[in-house]
């Protein structure tokens, strides 16, 4: 299977700091990388799509000036939370897009979980 | 609203049962079909993708497709309790890379 990496695992950070997390594609290239939000008993929640070269797409509601995305290879993607408050605290995974011959496939990241006091 | 609807659960299996998993979708224009275990605490893992209707066959892992009723299952044989954890249907629309999730099912396994 494909492999795509995370760091870091998890961090800690004071309230109004940034953070940044790295999204690596291990064994492929990924034109096409996604960043989910997950709040504990709850679902998937997408937050953007980062297309390599190009700005993301973020989807409704999420704050694209608190939320940067950048994509600058074919294997790396960052999210940067900027002032982070406690209200972020949540796991943030990531996600390349491997593409195959029959249909292009979500390879997911371990997730880092975020804690912002 | 692109809907995908999946029994929240538990599901509660003995091991060495049959787990059956079940998902329905809005969209017909869905393209391609996938089945994410999550356990507790940790990210989504693929199982197993499906296009065509009919079933697909990789190891204790069946999945099933039927466009016309828009339906798709996982069946999972000589469940295990590893295999406890959080099933998610995705489905994909033709043309988009976005996946749309449901809200997964709870599996468990008892011994």
């Known amino acids: 299977g494909a492999v795509v990496s995370q760091h870091p695992s998890w961090v800690i950070c004071k309230s109004g700091t940034s953070v940044k997390i790295e999204c690596r594609s291990l064994?492929?290239?990924?034109?096409?990388m996604f960043w989910y939000r997950q709040f504990p008993k709850q679902s998937l929640m997408l937050m953007a799509t980062?297309?390599?070269?190009?700005?993301?797409?973020?989807e409704q509601g999420v704050e694209k000036d608190k939320f940067l995305i950048n994509h600058a290879s074919l294997t790396l993607s960052t999210l940067t939370v900027t002032s982070a408050h406690p209200e972020d605290s949540s796991f943030y995974i990531c996600?390349?897009?491997?593409?195959?011959?029959?249909?292009?496939?979500?390879?997911f990241g371990p997730g880092t979980r975020l804690t912002v006091l | 609203q692109k809907e995908v609807e999946q029994n929240s659960g538990p599901l509660s299996v003995p091991e060495g049962a049959i787990a059956s998993l079940n998902c329905t979708y809005s969209d017909r224009g869905s393209q391609s079909f996938f089945w994410y275990r999550q356990y507790s605490g940790k990210s989504p893992e693929l199982i197993m993708f499906i296009y065509s209707n009919g079933d697909k066959e990789d190891g204790r892992f069946t999945a099933q497709l039927n466009k016309a009723s828009q339906y798709v299952s996982l069946l999972i044989r000589d469940s295990q309790p590893s295999d406890s954890a959080t099933y998610l249907c995705a489905v994909n629309r033709m043309g988009y890379s976005t996946l749309t999730f449901g809200k997964g099912t709870m599996l468990l396994v008892s011994p």
């Open positions: 980062s297309n390599e070269g190009s700005k993301a797409t973020y």
């Open positions: 064994d492929f290239q990924a034109t096409t």
């Open positions: 996600s390349a897009l491997r593409q195959g011959a029959s249909t292009d496939t979500q390879y």
